[in-house]
Nanobody
Framework: VQLQASGGGLVQAGGCRRLSCIASGRSFNIYTLAWFRQAPGKGREFAAAIRYGTSATYYSDSVKGRFTISRDNAKNTVYLQMNTLKPEDTADYYC??????????????????WGQGTQVTVSS
């Protein structure tokens, strides 16, 4: 599946931003979809995932309670609503798709398809 992320930009601390990721190609409904992020000089880390079918969600501790992942299967789109943004949320954000089991949802090596990054900068 091909993924196209958008929605990044500059936002003040405490503000909000919504990222979108449109999928094309194979069936969107059979995938676990996730957002990862990579801060300057750091490795890529898991942020949030959503399961096909049940739409169960899972978050890293660093974003839990502030970010919400959702999907619209009719539009082949996954979203990341980011609220109460902090300067440490500054990163390139990547959407990803996995056809492996939900148990692997937080593992970067479980994801086969990646979108290009969209940059989010949070100013203090």
């Amino acid at each position: 599946v091909q993924l196209q992320a958008s929605g990044g930009g500059l936002v003040q601390a405490g503000g909000c931003r919504r990222l979108s990721c449109i999928a094309s190609g194979r069936s969107f409904n059979i995938y676990t979809l996730a957002w990862f992020r990579q801060a300057p000089g750091k490795g890529r880390e898991f942020a949030a995932a959503i399961r096909y079918g049940t739409s169960a969600t899972y978050y890293s501790d660093s974003v839990k309670g502030r970010f919400t992942i959702s999907r619209d299967n009719a539009k082949n789109t996954v979203y990341l609503q980011m609220n109460t943004l902090k300067p440490e949320d500054t990163a390139d954000y990547y959407c990803a798709a996995s056809s492996r089991g939900w148990i692997y949802r937080g593992r970067i090596d479980a994801y086969d398809d990646w979108g290009q990054g969209t940059q989010v900068t949070v100013s203090s």
